[in-house]
């Protein structure tokens, strides 16, 4: 899971671009870069933090009105330098990418590409992939009468060569800039816009930009536009003209973890606010609860996540919800470190119980998920140890079963707890005196909210794919996450 941002037709778009991907940090501490361009590209990119990967002097040399940013974590690669984004290829015109997804078909791309069209990808990034492929399509079209045709040409063959999640900004030098989202529409992508644009060559009413949720435009202060549709290209030339096709229609299956987990709780995505979604999943827990004979005194929120199903939970079980856990908020997200060792002792680097809350009384948890089981085991821990007298753990997503092959870090199947253990064995194993999980129906329908029609991707909870993944397609992405972690 990664963050993408693209701004066209703003004077100085690195500025933009810095400040929104200061927004997006939480949806990658790997890496970060940025691309501008003004005759030619201009590139920073590395690991680490924005803060840390950008300097006062490599921003003004990020020179141009029209730029891409990208933050990232991996689920694929070593992390190294070279696998950060975005990616920028010289042929045709020139153009850059960044994109948020996994490639499902990453390595047979890989040689077809060096087969067919021999291209040469030195890094491990599934967006180098997309990006050549793109510009394979882009190059076999009569490129001497450039127009959004050929744009929407060339996305068309990436829909139909790439597969799995992949939400992607390009900028073709002296172009323009696209935007596609894949068919289902797995990874957000959200458009916007600001009046007074300065910096287009045609002198543009509105600047443009991309992102992957809606709090960068709050931040930028971009009227939200519209969310980009699954299957769609959207295409701002250099005038600041807007070209849109709908390329190909399937049944929408958002990422449902963007709501659970994954995005900030100031985000709307799809229509659906992120904070409204989780607090209608702590409601939801609430009869579940009640049935499982849990009589808290105290519920405690596990941060950042699961604090609006707290504040709903303990509202409906008219029991007070209190700060026991208190987040140290310069230590990394702890789901997206590599090692279990490294998940272990990051718990306590982050989480500090207040024992003025927690002693002597029976304390409730609330958190998203749980996945391998460490994670919560140390929370149970850290409460227990400031003098719990019971300690309850409610989940407000059902058990993780299956891996997901889209991009967020849960890739293998030996990795989830709750494949080959029944919640009287997670109970157990994670210290706690009981284990409340949201039913499966109970998350469709907080999620939805009013949009009652509305479908997800739900694969890691019931092994529903959108896309085709072969048992081939599983080994190898275990076999290659694996290596990686050694």
Same mark, same amino acid.
């Given at each position: 899971m990664c963050g993408v941002l693209g701004v066209c037709g703003r004077e100085n778009a690195v500025y933009d671009l810095y400040q929104g991907l200061i927004a997006l940090q939480h949806r990658g501490q790997d890496s970060a870069g940025? +691309?501008?361009?003004?005759?030619?590209?201009?590139?920073?990119? %590395? @690991?680490?933090? !924005?803060?840390? $990967?950008?300097? #006062?002097? @490599? !921003?003004?040399? *990020?020179? =141009?009105?029209?730029?891409? %940013?990208?933050?990232?974590?991996?689920?694929?690669g070593a992390g190294s330098d070279e696998d950060a984004q975005p990616f920028y290829v010289n042929v045709p015109f020139g153009i850059a990418m960044a994109h948020n997804g996994n490639v499902t078909n990453y390595y047979s791309l890989r040689k077809d590409l060096a087969a067919r069209a021999f291209r040469q990808l030195n890094s491990y990034s599934d967006v180098e992939a997309i990006l050549n492929v793109f510009a394979d399509e882009v190059a076999r079209q009569d490129i001497t009468h450039f127009n959004p045709e050929l744009v929407f040409k060339a996305v068309q063959g990436v829909f139909d060569r790439v597969e799995g999640s992949f939400s992607c900004v390009a900028l073709i030098a002296g172009q323009g800039m696209v935007a596609l989202r894949d068919p289902f529409g797995i990874k957000p992508l959200i458009m916007g816009r600001k009046k007074d644009g300065k910096g287009a060559e045609g002198g543009g009413e509105y600047s443009y930009a991309f992102a992957s949720e809606s709090v960068a435009f709050d931040l930028l202060e971009y009227e939200v536009m519209r969310d980009v549709r699954p299957g769609e290209a959207i295409f701002v030339d250099a005038q600041q003209q807007v070209h849109t096709r709908q390329l190909t229609q399937k049944t929408q299956r958002a990422c449902i973890f963007e709501w659970v987990y994954?995005?900030?709780?100031?985000?709307?995505?799809?229509?659906? =606010?992120? &904070?409204?979604?989780?607090?209608? *999943? %702590?409601?939801?827990?609430?009869?579940?609860?009640?049935?499982? =004979?849990?009589?808290?005194? +105290? !519920?405690?929120? $596990?941060?950042?996540?699961?604090r609006a199903a707290? +504040?709903?939970?303990?509202?409906?079980?008219?029991?007070?919800?209190? #700060?026991?856990?208190?987040? @140290?908020? &310069?230590?990394?997200?702890?789901?997206i470190m590599g090692r279990q060792e490294d998940r272990k002792l990051s718990v306590r680097q982050k989480l500090n119980p207040v024992r003025s809350v927690i002693q002597g009384r029976k304390v409730l948890l609330v958190d998203d998920s749980i996945v391998r089981g460490t994670t919560s085991r140390e929370i149970v821990s850290l409460v227990r140890n400031a003098g719990a007298k019971e300690v309850y753990f409610a989940v407000t997503s059902p058990p993780l079963r299956y891996p997901c092959v889209y991009g967020i870090d849960m890739m293998? /199947?030996? #990795?989830?707890?709750? /494949?080959?253990?029944?919640?009287?064995?997670?109970?157990?194993?994670?210290?706690?005196?009981?284990? !409340? &999980?949201?039913?499966? #129906? %109970?998350l469709i329908t907080a999620v939805q909210g009013e949009q009652a029609e509305r479908k997800f991707c739900t694969a890691c909870f019931n092994g529903d794919y959108p896309t085709p993944v072969s048992e081939e397609t599983f080994r190898a992405l275990e076999r290659e996450r694996c290596r990686w972690r050694e």
């Open positions: 940025i +691309v501008t361009y003004d005759e030619m590209f201009h590139l920073k990119k %590395g @690991n680490g933090l !924005v803060s840390v $990967v950008f300097s #006062e002097k @490599n !921003v003004a040399r *990020l020179v =141009g009105t029209c730029g891409i %940013g990208h933050v990232r974590y991996p689920t694929i994954f995005a900030r709780p100031d985000s709307v995505i799809d229509g659906i =606010g992120v &904070y409204d979604a989780r607090r209608r *999943l %702590g409601e939801r827990l609430a009869p579940d609860c009640r049935a499982a =004979g849990i009589e808290p005194d +105290v !519920v405690v929120a $596990v941060p950042e996540t699961g707290g +504040v709903a939970l303990a509202k409906a079980l008219d029991v007070d919800l209190l #700060e026991g856990l208190i987040k @140290n908020r &310069y230590i990394a997200r702890t789901f293998t /199947r030996g #990795e989830f707890i709750a /494949r080959d253990h029944s919640i009287a064995q997670i109970t157990e194993t994670i210290g706690a005196d009981r284990v !409340v &999980y949201q039913s499966y #129906e %109970g």
